[in-house]
């Protein structure tokens, strides 16, 4: 099983596309490159050494997925940044 992270209410995760190529699949909602997202939600690595999936949402605060299989993006795909609010 893998753990699922939740940014606590004093914190702000973001997600910086660096790389927008597309996937060897047509997904129905893509990123931009050098757009800033918010992240909802990530997961802890699946093997040590790869990243993690991270789910972000767009301006109005709707998740955004490449597909109905693919929920979440590759954090290779992203600078993430945390803002600590007080």
């Given at each position: 099983?893998?753990?699922?992270?939740?940014?606590?209410?004093?914190?702000?995760?973001?997600?910086?596309?660096?790389?927008?190529?597309?996937?060897?699949?047509?997904?129905?909602?893509?990123?931009?490159?050098?757009?800033?997202?918010?992240?909802?939600?990530?997961?802890?690595?699946?093997?040590?050494?790869?990243?993690?999936a991270?789910?972000?949402?767009?301006?109005?605060?709707?998740?955004?997925?490449?597909?109905?299989?693919?929920?979440?993006?590759?954090?290779n795909?992203?600078?993430?940044?945390?803002?600590?609010?007080?």
């Open positions: 099983m893998v753990n699922l992270f939740v940014p606590p209410s004093y914190m702000a995760v973001f997600a910086k596309c660096v790389d927008a190529s597309m996937p060897a699949f047509e997904p129905e909602e893509w990123v931009e490159e050098g757009k800033v997202y918010p992240v909802k939600h990530f997961t802890e690595p699946l093997n040590q050494g790869d990243g993690f991270i789910t972000i949402m767009d301006e109005d605060g709707v998740e955004i997925h490449p597909s109905s299989s693919h929920w979440s993006f590759a954090s795909r992203f600078e993430l940044y945390t803002l600590h609010l007080n």
